[in-house]
């Protein structure tokens, strides 16, 4: 028997060196936190005394019953910590959200367990504060969090492999769907709509037919409909660059009369000088708006404009001034349409993070920018999808502002499949869009 340790910075990375080290047949034996990560024991040719031949039906079921068994054995361990403590300690680890009668994936994520008053008085409060370890909690809600990671990777990789070997006809789309970037969960609901239709390549077409009515778009161009246009978005993302395809785009159609522009980023260097100068070309006017200066002050003088664009500062999501920023465009005053400016080359966690971080201040869409450099779409088509945000406009260039497009649905997609991946998907790809599949709502695959 081989037994080796691997250190990553969360359990999705040490899943993969145990897999690309030992192989797909390796046991994790151990798991625990360290500084900086996980620390994972996994051993090859582990022998188990109730091993007998798997049923390749039953091999979900089986995962769930360890995890089930792992999750009682741990809560037993911290029954008994707690008794060392006193009663008060007990009913603060009783209040934890999991139960031995639901499997790990299935439970609801963790939460601060809540305190319950004893019936009588504590006559010294304070040496039953001081009983509660802090760290104890810390440590326990790592151990289910990684249990509850460890369990997808591990039902994800078993899932694939039991549909490769059921319905390869229905592997192949997954193959095909993971190679676009699609998500777990928007494959699935993908081929739910084709499961009367066996011949492969009428299938893959109305795969694509699918995809392309899921797509949101506004019934209304943006700009022919007017009002308070803001560009949100973090840094890099090309917010200032969309806004001047659109401002130019306007004026070249209807003239600098009726649009203005306002800047409210005063912490990038050089932001102000780009609207300046965009404004002295196209003969429109600028207005700044400062941190802290009212922005339904600042677009008063602007209301007899027909459009007024709004560009922003992308922020980190943590910077108090984000926050400021988006109460402003969400005050009832404005009624400003706010969209979300994504870069298609941006990976799928930065595109997620930004969406939840901007949501805030209600988004009317999204626009998308960079087509010409990405080498996926799927990721952000996934994004748009699954939150229900209309794609208002595409960029694919630095033109200004010819390079500035009116999506079409299946030109949208027939783009996405053009810059595809060409080799096929890893079997750890496809293990993990299985994971993202018991990661969501609904949990039932095939």
Request: with cysteine; glycine share 6%; proline share 6%.
């Amino acid at each position: 028997m081989q037994v080796k340790r691997f250190f990553a910075a969360d359990m999705r990375q040490a899943m993969k060196l145990v897999r690309d080290e030992l192989g797909a047949d390796a046991a994790i034996i151990g798991n625990r936190r360290i500084a900086g990560g996980v620390e994972l024991t996994a051993a090859l040719d582990y022998k188990l005394s109730a091993l007998a031949p798997r049923v390749p039906n039953m091999e979900l079921e089986d995962e769930l019953r360890k995890t089930q068994s792992r999750i009682v054995t741990a809560q037993a361990e911290l029954s008994l910590r707690g008794e060392a403590d006193g009663n008060t300690n007990r009913q603060l680890f009783a209040g934890l959200p999991l139960t031995a009668g639901l499997p790990l994936t299935a439970a609801e994520p963790l939460t601060e367990p809540t305190y319950e008053a004893p019936a009588r008085p504590v006559p010294a409060p304070a040496a039953v504060s001081a009983g509660v370890d802090p760290r104890a909690l810390d440590s326990m809600r790592f151990e289910l969090n990684s249990l509850r990671e460890l369990m997808e990777v591990q039902l994800g990789t078993l899932a694939w492999n039991q549909l490769q070997g059921s319905r390869p006809a229905q592997a192949n789309l997954y193959r095909r769907l993971q190679r676009i970037g699609l998500s777990g969960p928007l494959s699935r609901d993908l081929l739910s709509m084709i499961t009367e239709i066996d011949e492969p390549r009428q299938a893959w077409r109305m795969l694509l037919a699918h995809l392309a009515r899921m797509i949101a778009v506004p019934e209304v161009e943006p700009l022919e409909e007017g009002g308070v246009i803001a560009m949100v978005g973090p840094a890099g993302m090309g917010k200032t660059t969309t806004l001047a395809k659109l401002a130019a785009r306007y004026v070249l159609k209807y003239g600098a009369q009726n649009i203005a522009l306002v800047s409210m980023d005063s912490f990038r260097i050089g932001a102000q000088e780009q609207l300046k100068t965009l404004g002295r070309i196209l003969n429109v006017s600028v207005t700044h708006v400062d941190p802290g200066q009212s922005l339904v002050q600042a677009l008063d003088p602007l209301l007899r404009k027909r459009v007024v664009l709004i560009d922003t500062a992308g922020l980190q999501a943590s910077d108090p001034a984000l926050r400021m920023q988006l109460e402003s465009l969400a005050g009832r005053g404005i009624r400003s349409k706010n969209y979300l400016v994504l870069a298609t080359t941006s990976q799928k966690q930065v595109l997620t993070a930004a969406y939840h971080s901007y949501k805030r201040c209600g988004l009317a869409g999204c626009i998308l920018t960079k087509l010409d450099e990405t080498a996926s779409l799927g990721e952000v088509l996934s994004l748009a999808i699954s939150h229900e945000l209309p794609v208002a406009y595409l960029t694919d260039g630095p033109r200004i502002p010819d390079d500035l497009h009116l999506p079409r649905r299946h030109q949208l997609v027939s783009r996405a499949v053009s810059v595809q991946m060409q080799e096929e998907p890893s079997e750890e790809a496809m293990a993990d869009m299985f994971a993202d599949i018991y990661h969501s709502p609904t949990k039932q695959v095939g």
